[in-house]
């Protein structure tokens, strides 16, 4: 059973940094793609962005792109999410999404994804 844990979030105020960590691990598997999602309370789940190893393609929502980077090792089924000049509505809990099997969904498609994490919650205040 692949089993999914993040790390890393916590309280920030706008314009801090913080960094995210994912790793997924258990059975005999390679990722395809890991992903990162968020939901702020009262909201849907909200695509921030992915990386697809082959190629080491990324992809960024709007709403973060410039300010948010995502990495990772394919190898060790680990991807990390940098968040700078947080804003107070980047508040929400994250949760780390892992593709182990073929996929036609966008990358932003939660259906695209196969195993997820609980998530961890990051809070910026004003």
């Known amino acids: 059973q692949v089993r999914v844990v993040e790390s890393g979030g916590g309280l920030a105020q706008t314009g801090d940094s913080l960094k995210l960590s994912c790793a997924a691990s258990?059975?005999?598997?390679?990722?395809?793609?890991m992903g990162w999602f968020r939901q702020a309370p009262g909201g849907s789940r909200e695509f921030v962005g992915n990386?697809?190893?082959?190629?080491?393609?990324?992809n960024y929502a709007d709403a973060v792109k410039g300010r948010f980077t995502i990495s990772g090792d394919a190898a060790t089924n680990t991807v990390y999410l940098e968040m700078n000049n947080l804003k107070p509505e980047d508040t929400a809990v994250y949760s780390c999404?892992?593709?182990?099997?073929?996929?036609?969904?966008?990358?932003?498609?939660?259906?695209?994804?196969?195993?997820w994490g609980q998530g961890t919650q990051v809070t910026v205040s004003s």
């Open positions: 999404a892992v593709q182990i099997t073929s996929s036609y969904y966008y990358d932003s498609a939660p259906a695209r994804y196969d195993y």
């Open positions: 258990g059975g005999n598997f390679r990722s395809i793609s």
């Open positions: 990386i697809k190893w082959n190629g080491n393609t990324k």
